[in-house]
């Protein structure tokens, strides 16, 4: 928001969520040396971890024309409509490049004493406030708990706070961990609301509200920061792409139907990494709104459920795939029948829930329930179908959504008892022994490591019932490093990880770093944590042949003999799709998703999308 020309463009947003009664702040973000580009600049030439340039350091010159650039984005926002502005001053952006020791090196009026490095931000905030008025609303947001090392102490912290209020900020938001710190801060594995006692450090301290964030995805969660004191109000993003109606649906009492975000990023900040437009996992509609329009499969669409044959539908499969397509079928008025083999709907969310940081992953499920409930699918646990019950019910479409099969790789003694699947571990709950070769580094096999390095994994080993988010904060801030006590600039400390009862060796044939196809956001963390767990990452691995001694390999071209108890196999997947050709021959209508249509590169945002697919002219 530079000029008047963009003000028009905006006005279509602002004009939009007024006309549903919302207000709307603009965010205001110099990103300094974070930014994606050879010119970028910063208040002294350091280049972050995280970026391939350097930065130009900032003339004096620069540095005032800045703070007028952040005064006239605010007033431009005024005139588009905007209820307020939010100013950055967080996540290691420029406003915080000023503030903190570890950034700004400068000799000048800008950095040194704690004055000078808090003089861009305070100025920033004093131009904005004249610029936009006294009753335009204007967000501050510090970053309170920096996670790097000459980051901000807390007295820095509280010391800005004050400040930042005296000149004239109507509400402060917190801010929480730099981009460039090895912390995970937003990611599934952070257990939710665990930044909310940083917030609570200086409630009641200022007379202006204060936000708290991170990992708030319930109204239940929201509800109870509220009413323990921890904040003024909370603040969400992610969760309303996951569920736009997640405002309503809390208001009418109806938050059992919210599709909760599950964290994982995948189709949304690592599509944006990956230079694509944002969506969400649990909800393929976000950001397709306007290029995914939703006329039904064929036009024999019925509104109610006195449906002939001609309308049943049989869905065979209830994971992701065939629940995502179970409810939006259903949702259009068709009788859906939906076919599970199992004694429980999720398919593979059933393994994938248990693997310690992935509780979130029980609430898609709780939503699917719910969806499938509310939308009158009828559910047949217990019920695997063959292509001639298919037929002989004469449904009017099938949907196979019946998944994948584990592969099996062709390896001398695959077949000995050490040698067990990830269903053996995950599902079936068997035993495994204290020493444990995995074949496979994909997601699984990750997954799999994080399971049996965790002290939860035995209590889900016995199958002891799980809850919804088990996580526990003081384990995740030991196993990160993460002090409340603030011993040390930036809020960290040393990192405690698990001592793990088993050794694991994590294995893949290919040449790569092991695990460089996990998400762009979330891998490092994964990778970090089995390092830390000692776990042993290899690649270029040929597996030669199993037996009482344990696993024979090469590593690199050198025999190698892991004398372990257990294998288990991560190898990827192969389709299961035997119904399909048979009700093709027949006659059937047939739609094949998810798994049953591609195991290669199969995930749960490729198989709820899927499944939300057929039901619009996009399919
Ligand atoms: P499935 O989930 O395999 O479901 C198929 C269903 O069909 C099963 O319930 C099966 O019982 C049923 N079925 C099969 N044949 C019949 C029949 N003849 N009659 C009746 N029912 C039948 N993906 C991600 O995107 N992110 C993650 O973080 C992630 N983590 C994972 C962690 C683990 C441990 C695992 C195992 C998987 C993970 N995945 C993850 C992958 C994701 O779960 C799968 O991509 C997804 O479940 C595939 O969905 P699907 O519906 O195609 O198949
Ligand atoms: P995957 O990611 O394709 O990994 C399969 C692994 O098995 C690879 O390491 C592969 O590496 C190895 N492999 C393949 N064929 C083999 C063979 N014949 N013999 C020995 N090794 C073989 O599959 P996955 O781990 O089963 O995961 C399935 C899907 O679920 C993935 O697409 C993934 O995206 C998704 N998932 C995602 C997450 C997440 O956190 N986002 C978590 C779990 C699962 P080499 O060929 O190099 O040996
Ligand atoms: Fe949340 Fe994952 Fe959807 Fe992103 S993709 S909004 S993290 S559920």
């Known amino acids: 928001m530079s000029s008047r020309r963009e003000v028009a463009k905006h006005q279509n947003v602002t004009a939009a969520v007024h006309a549903e009664g919302g207000k709307i702040c603009m965010q205001i973000l110099h990103a300094g040396r974070y930014s994606m580009h050879p010119l970028l600049v910063a208040p002294s030439p350091l280049k972050a971890p995280i970026s391939p340039f350097k930065p130009w350091g900032m003339s004096q010159r620069l540095i005032r024309a800045t703070i007028d650039d952040f005064a006239n984005a605010a007033a431009l926002s005024r005139e588009a409509g905007y209820d307020g502005v939010e100013i950055m001053g967080s996540e290691g952006y420029l406003i915080n490049q000023f503030i903190a020791p570890r950034t700004n090196h400068r000799k000048d009026d800008w950095g040194g004493s704690f004055e000078n490095r808090i003089r861009f931000p305070l100025k920033i905030m004093r131009k904005v406030r004249e610029k936009a008025g006294k009753d335009f609303i204007v967000i501050f947001r510090i970053s309170m708990l920096d996670l790097v090392d000459d980051g901000s102490t807390w007295e820095e912290v509280e010391q800005l706070a004050f400040a930042i209020e005296a000149a004239g900020a109507s509400i402060i938001n917190t801010g929480i961990g730099w981009h460039e710190a090895r912390v995970p801060t937003i990611a599934t594995l952070v257990p ?65 139907e919210i599709n909760t975000c599950i964290a994982c990023n995948q189709a949304c900040l690592d599509q944006i990494f990956r230079g694509k437009t944002a969506s969400c996992l649990v909800n393929p509609r976000a950001c397709k709104e306007f290029t995914i329009t939703s006329p039904p499969i064929t036009s024999h669409q019925s509104t109610n459920h006195q449906s002939t044959n001609h309308h049943k539908v049989a869905i065979v499969g209830a994971g992701p795939a065939g629940l995502s397509a179970a ?206 767990r000692k776990v042993q990452m290899w690649n270029e691995v040929v597996y030669l042949k199993v037996d009482d001694a344990g696993l024979h390999i090469t590593v690199h071209g050198k025999p190698q003999l892991l004398e372990v108890e257990n294998v288990v196999v991560c190898a990827g997947q192969e389709s299961m799709r035997d119904l399909y050709a048979p009700l093709v021959t027949a006659g059937v209508k047939v739609h094949l998703i998810g798994g049953a249509k591609e195991a290669a590169e199969l995930d749960a945002k490729r198989a709820i999308e899927e499944g939300y697919l057929i039901t619009t002219s996009n399919y």
């Open 192 to 256: 939710r609301g665990a930044y909310i006692w940083v917030t609570k450090r200086l409630m009641g301290k200022l007379k202006i509200p204060l936000i708290a964030t991170n990992r708030i995805n319930t109204p239940e969660k929201a509800e109870e920061i509220l009413r323990e004191g921890f904040a003024n109000i909370v603040s969400m993003a992610r969760p309303f792409l996951a569920d736009p109606d997640f405002m309503r649906k809390a208001q009418s009492q109806q938050a059992d």
């Open 327 to 532: 409810t939006e079928l259903a949702a259009m008025g068709r009788e859906v029948h939906l076919f599970e083999a199992s004694s429980e709907i999720g398919g593979q969310f059933n393994m994938a829930k248990r693997i310690p940081g992935k509780e979130e992953f029980y609430e898609t499920l709780r939503y699917f329930g719910k969806m499938i409930e509310k939308n009158g699918v009828v559910l047949h646990l217990n019920t695997r179908v063959d292509a001639d019950f298919l037929i002989k019910n004469n449904f009017s479409e099938v949907v196979v959504s019946t998944g994948v099969v584990p592969r099996t790789p062709n390896i001398e003694g695959i077949t000995h008892p050490k040698v067990l699947s990830y269903l053996d571990v995950l599902l079936h709950g068997k035993p495994v022994g204290k020493t444990v070769a995995l074949i496979g580094a994909g997601g699984i096999g990750f997954d799999v490591a994080m399971f049996l390095t965790d002290h939860k994994s035995e209590s889900i080993n016995n199958h002891q019932p799980s809850i919804i988010n088990h996580q526990s904060i003081p384990h995740y801030q030991s196993e990160w490093g993460i002090d409340q006590t603030y011993q040390h600039r930036g809020g960290i400390t040393k990192p405690h990880p698990e001592q793990p009862e088993r050794q694991v060796w994590l294995l893949q044939r290919s040449k790569g770093k092991v695990g460089e196809r996990l998400g762009k956001t979330t891998g490092w963390a994964h990778r970090m944590t089995l390092k830390s």
